[in-house]
């Protein structure tokens, strides 16, 4: 990994306003993170918003795929000292920003104490004016999951009718909750069939974790199942450009119009570096939780 405090330093003042992190998970595997994570950060972007999207599944990594990119340095060739960060960074649609991940690579718990370092200098010295990221996160509850959910201000957990799914969520609320202190999360449906059964899917999740949990759920809404939104993946667009009008696109821009409402919780958290710096530190952080 390159070191960027060994590279000329640019002088980039830092961003003066917090940059918003929104981290998007889900437990479960193919419940719909990366349709949201792309379709949340253009509704952004088509908003205004100076957003930047960062894929973080080495595993399985495919915003490039689904937004039709053809990057020429991913984090993995980051990792491999192949290139910097800011090698990596690609204009998607719209002027929307995308750190894409690699497929078939390692993970990001397998990086080695300085390669971490090394990210959080490259991210602090990424000279991208921005007010959100949002980071796709891989399938699971690997630890790399938990810190990139920790690290962020919001975390949207995102379910779908099937009970694999309310377990794969409340396993990974309650893991977030227990070892790594997160006390608010938000819920998203997605894939409904009718209205009204976002709103049963987040009751059950909620009856559960008021139980057992000491975290707030909030229902951030519902995207329904779509097969604009498939037809776009097909075209390798976001829904919400190729098919503005599909009812999931109407979807997507209300729920990014209130993940832009959302408060900052006080305190320095939000600047990239802040984030990123909080992803080398999972474990004090933890043991502070577990306290
Ligand atoms: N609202 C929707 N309507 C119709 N199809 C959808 C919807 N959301 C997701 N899909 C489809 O479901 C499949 C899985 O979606 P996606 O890749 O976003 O899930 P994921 O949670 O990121 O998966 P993984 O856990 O593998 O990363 C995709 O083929 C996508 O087109
Ligand atoms: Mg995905």
Redesign the pocket.
């Given at each position: 990994m390159t070191v960027p405090a060994q590279v000329a330093f640019q002088a980039s003042a830092p961003s003066p306003a917090p940059v918003r992190v929104i981290a998007?998970a889900?437990g479960?595997?193919?419940?719909?993170?990366?349709?949201?994570?792309?379709n949340l950060a253009m509704a952004l972007c088509n908003a205004g918003q100076r957003t930047l999207l960062l894929d973080t599944?080495l595993g399985?990594a495919?915003i490039d795929v689904?937004l039709g990119l053809s990057p020429r340095f991913t984090l993995a060739d980051v990792f491999a000292g192949r290139c910097e960060l800011r090698d990596t960074l690609l204009e998607g649609p719209r002027g929307l920003w995308v750190v894409p991940a690699a497929s078939g690579k390692r993970h990001m718990t397998e990086l080695l104490p300085q390669q971490h370092v090394g990210l959080v200098h490259a991210f602090s010295q990424l000279d991208v004016p921005l007010d959100v990221m949002v980071v796709?996160?891989?399938?699971?509850i690997a630890d790399g999951v938990l810190t990139f959910c920790q690290a962020a201000q919001d975390v949207i957990v995102?379910v779908?009718d099937e009970p694999a799914s309310v377990t794969d969520a409340y396993a990974l609320i309650k893991v977030l909750s227990r070892e790594r202190g997160i006390t608010r999360v938000q819920v998203l449906a997605?894939?409904?069939q009718h209205t009204g059964e976002g709103r049963q899917l987040f009751d059950k999740l909620e009856r559960v974790t008021s139980k057992f949990l000491d975290v707030t759920l909030s229902y951030l809404g519902a995207?329904?199942?779509?097969?604009?939104?498939?037809r776009?993946?097909q075209r390798q667009e976001a829904?919400v450009d190729a098919f503005p009008s599909a009812p999931?696109s109407v979807?997507f821009r209300d729920i990014a119009r209130r993940a832009s409402q959302w408060q900052s919780p006080p305190g320095p958290r939000g600047h990239v570096e802040f984030f990123m710096e909080r992803l080398i530190a999972p474990t004090g952080a933890s043991a502070r939780s577990a306290a």
């Open positions: 998007v889900s479960k595997g193919g419940v719909g993170k990366t349709s949201v994570s792309v599944d399985l495919n689904m796709d996160n891989a399938a699971g995102v779908c997605n894939q409904v995207i329904p199942r779509d097969e604009w939104l498939r776009a993946v829904v999931a979807a």
